[in-house]
């Protein structure tokens, strides 16, 4: 009777204890599977369906192999938004590559004054070594830094040609900065004149190697002025600025204006450079140039600050003092005057006449020199120069050897000639008191030039007399395109059959490739044209895909020019997807074009690539003249009359 209570009591304990553990059991085996189904329905959610899950009681294991870190980072982060992370226990591999992409290979250069720093990832076929001992070669002395590793990876096929033109590059620009990728090379620089840098580009677009874009980025800085001149005359009712510098475009606006309200006409030339001798230098010409005015006829020259009041045969004593007087007292103290009052003179004269020379240059560079040299080695001189100017077979020479001539004829001559052979056309006429100069230029700067030249050598106080006319006829600017006619041809090229490419695809096919052709024929004339090539897409597929779809094939375009020997520096490829539909997306036919290629202007506002130059610079690049003028041999041919005489 005791004992069955007891007995009771542990068999219900028992039960209890049983029901409870099972009751666990159960409860954690239905937490085990929710968490379970939970984290699995996230990661499918989530693209991650290569990831497994399981749970050992409150431990949650991830299992699987992701394709890279990224992958299993986001599998781990979407499991612990569900649970406790510290519950989860990654087991995830990361899945090994043995298909390793190769590197981008480059090598930026930067050369300047004081050494040479390199930087950047090579083949290992390629080494450092070569680059080293070419880099140190052009270095000659100065510090080399080099920073160059290199990868075990195949060369890529054109890596060797764009290394070998950028290094060829380096070698030729003293202050640039060359990067060198397989696929292309850009080449910055800075020149020291508007001259040397169309000289640069001209240099640097021979030789390119194929399928390697190269881009072109030459800087020149202002042009500096030695000596700072500047040269205006009143003369037969006409005023004229012959040759104008000015340090500031604040100067350069008095200046003008001043030639102006003196008669010159309207927007004269006048160049800003460097070499201004003074802060004063506006104000000393526009004063000059008053005191000119005053006087009605003659000529104001600045070298620096010596200035030079050369008053027109004829005019007054009187008036050539108080104009002198006035404006000595007038000028910046820095600035020195003086005056040459021109008198009727027989120097030369002789019963056969004054004392002339008269050279002729016609539009297809024949010369024609007729009148007196000095007699002897000294006269002959001028024909062998004129000869060795304008070339044996383009010269006609029949002059008169005298010995009555004013002494520094020959050299004389000889400047005058230098300055004809600038011209496209004209006449040189040099007299005992004068030389004067006519002719016409497609250079829209020549005058200012000449008048430079003539006033180094012949002197600052020298008469000599311009009348060079710009015609637009003779630029060679003019000839070519507009940048709106460049784009008008090619969109005539494609107005019938435009670019296309075959389904997911960027290669040119044969349809392409023909219209690339035509393309290809209209681009060297439109050299000076910056324009961007387009690549658009429908709206098909993913945004994503599509610009980067759009950016393939407009680089394949640039790649297919590149191939057909064009210089696409000029040139950049931009992707825009689907961004910029033509059509309706929801036809077949509208669809069809918004796939296209297109050309459009860039200006340097909406191109970034092109790197900002603040100093002006002549777009014409170097004066084409007819023929072109040989200054080395000028100087020596001059040096060596003045000796003889």
Known sequence: MIRSPLLLRICAFGLG???????????????????????????????????????????????????NEAAAFRASQRSAALVDADRIISRVEIARRDDLRPPRFSLDILRASDGIQVIGLVPAATGVDAINDTVTQLAQGDAVDNLVETADFAVPPTWEAALGYGLNALSRLPRSKVTIYADRVEVQAIA????????????????????????????????????FQLRFSIGEGEA?????????????RRIQAAAVAAGAAANPVCQIGLGAPSAQWSDAVVTAIAALADLGNGTIAFSDTDVTLIAAEGTSQDDFDRVMGELANALPDLFSLQGVLTQASESGASPEGPA?????????????????VPEGAVGRSVEAFARALFGAERADIAMREVGDLPAGWSVRAMIGLEALSRLNEGTMT????????????????????????????LGQGAAFELRVSYLEALDPMTALPSPEDCVARIDAIQADTKITFDPGSVEINESAAAILDQIAAVLPDCRHVRMEIAGHTDSQGREEMNLNLSQSRAAAVLNGLLARN???????????GESQPIASNETEAG???????TFRLLSEASDESVLENDAPQDP??????????????????????????
């Open 591 to 597: 669809r069809e074009q918004n796939r296209r290629i």
């Open 356 to 372: 002339r020379l008269i050279a002729t240059l016609d539009a297809e560079g024949q010369m024609r020199l007729r009148g007196r």
């Open 430 to 457: 040099l007299e005992p008191e004068a030389l004067l100069l006519r002719g016409r230029t497609g250079d829209a700067a020549m005058e200012a030039e000449l008048s430079r030249y003539l006033g180094d050598a």
């Open 566 to 576: 064009v210089l696409v520096s000029n040139l950049v490829a931009q992707g825009y």
């Open 240 to 252: 004229r600025l012959e040759s104008c510098a000015a340090d500031t475009e604040a100067a350069q």
């Open 17 to 67: 204890l049983t029901l409870c553990i099972v009751t666990a059991g159960l409860l954690a085996l239905w937490m085990e599977r929710r968490s379970v189904d939970a984290i699995s329905g996230a990661l499918a959610e989530g693209g991650l369906t290569w990831a497994t899950v399981s749970a050992d009681g409150l431990k949650v294991f991830l299992d699987g192999t992701a394709p």
């Open 192 to 227: 020291e004149s508007v001259v040397q840098q169309a000289e640069f580009m001209r240099m640097l677009g021979q030789n390119q190697p194929d399928a390697v874009a190269v881009y072109l980025d030459i800087s020149a800085p202002r042009p500096v002025f030695t000596p």
């Open 620 to 645: 014409r690049g170097p004066s084409i003249g007819n023929p072109q003028p040989r200054p080395d041999r000028s100087q020596d041919g001059v040096a060596r009359a003045q000796e003889q005489e």
